[in-house]
């Protein structure tokens, strides 16, 4: 084979593509970094909250540069029933000194910073630039891309696609079996602008310190969930609906939003506040059931288009995965160019490394948690049985004495129509899954 | 704008589109014409899909956020041909 243009090719400029494209640039790998968008970061949405860490080794003391919005410093879990709350609030000084835990921030703002730094290792960056396919020699390898620009078709020893969640290049490989509406989630949001002194007060926070709050029962009929986030002087309210049952109950998703922001719990936290954007995004649910093979010859796949995000309830993390998974695709690219072999053999170091770390032990751990979080009796049974037991212990019935809480619950199961066996196995799967 | 007050079309004027003159998705009205389930026209978050009164779709990409529920909620082969914009062209989210 003649001489490829360089020796990686890294498609997409979300967190995935520029930790790809800064491990393999520094290693000193000739380096194309492909964006559709004008700009790193101007396609990309997510409901707020990055979780950094994983950046030490890269970019040490990230937290004195990164383009945060708010340190999380509290974060709570609602369960909501058309009348009630019950929630459980955790607050943290140490979330809010170095180095930090969760941080607030917009996408166009942190993947565009996190490109720079692709680019200042030497990666070249192509923006407005669309992959439209793949180029395979007569066996099959993957040995570059086409692009929608004239003359647009480049090879390379190594393509890693960073491509996000509907990865055409992940399917053109051949390396899903099929993509299934039951796997995916859709996320819309709204940014709303409020000034930072009232966020500070409605939130019981100061100075740069934010708020992280999951919202479980609030989406109606639908299967799904709600968050809420503080930036500086802005809130990010939204939902994350599961497809099937959306066209179901023929509900639109900016009225499930409206509804979550009208929610006794949720109205006076968004009160008054103005619509500055309203986005929506789509996010790979099902966790391992949905993962493609991850390495072909001359091809490994990153991120949400290999489905790494992690999305199980209480946790939506996605760009700590795609970071990380991004910097392993690099490294294993790095390894593979040095030993003059990128077939799938010579990539293998990519499915050891995601294999050895969080990325798969995390989704190992959790693989039966999006589903239960999902199903029927963790959306519409468990939360008004929950807040109705929190009700009742907490009622002052007087002349009447109170009542034992095993009989509460008791009570309180058999209206809601769960199971005794039910109960007992859902939690037992949320044990074995988040304990 | 406070939300009650707020329609829809106000509501996609906060986000940035850099339409380009060419679709980007097309919708074959003819598949459409018999399909029961309508799913695309309740999830498209940016309602794009409008149906008619004589049984059909009208479909408008000019305001898409490109995020790819419309082909996976739908189950009808080749009602839907879906690509990405042009490079540097769609939806453009805003930096601060
Ligand atoms: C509503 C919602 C809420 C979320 N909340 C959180 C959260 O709070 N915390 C968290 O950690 N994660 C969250 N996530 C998940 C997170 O956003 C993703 O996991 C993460 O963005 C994945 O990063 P990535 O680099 O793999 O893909 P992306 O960020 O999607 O990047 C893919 C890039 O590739 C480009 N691209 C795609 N195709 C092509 C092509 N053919 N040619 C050229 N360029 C192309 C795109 O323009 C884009 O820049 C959320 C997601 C959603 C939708
Ligand atoms: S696009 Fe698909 S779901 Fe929508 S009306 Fe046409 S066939 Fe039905
Ligand atoms: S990609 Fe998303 S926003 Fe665009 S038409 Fe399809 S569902 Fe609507």
Redesign the pocket.
Known sequence: MSQPDVDVVV???????SCAAIVAARAGLSVVL????PF??S?????????PRILDELIPNWWEEAPIQRWVTRRSTMMLTDTQALTVDFRSEAWGKPPYNGATAF?PDW?HWLAGYAEAAGAQLLTD????GLIRDAKGAVVGVRTDRPDGDLTARVVIA?????S??AKEAGLYEHADAKHFTL?V?ETLSLPKEVIDERFAVRDRHGVDIEILGGTGKVNGGGFLYTGLDTLAV?V?LKLPKLAAQQQRPEQLVAGLKAHPAIAPLVQGAELKEYSA???PEAGLTMMPKMTTSGMLV????AAL?LAAGIW???????MAS?MYAGEAAVEAVHAGDVSENGLRGYQRRLSDTFVLKDHRKLRRAPELVLSDRVQHLYPGMIANVAERMFHVDNPHPKPGVRRILAQERKKAGVRRRDLLRDGWTGFRSFG | MSDSTISFQERMATAEFRVHHDAHIVVDGKVCADCSTRECVVACPASLFVPTSDGGIVFNYEQCFECGTCYIVCNREGAISWH?PEGGHGVVFRRT
Do not use: S
């Open positions: 498609v997409g400029g979300g967190p995935a593509g492909l964006e559709r968008g790193p970061g396609k990309n949405m997510y409901g707020g909250v990055v979780y996408r993947d630039t669309t992959v439209v960073c491509d996000g969640v509907n055409f290049l996320g949001k939204g994350v995004h789509l996010i990153a991120g949400d288009a995000c939506l993390e996605g760009v700590n995965f795609a991004g | 990405y």
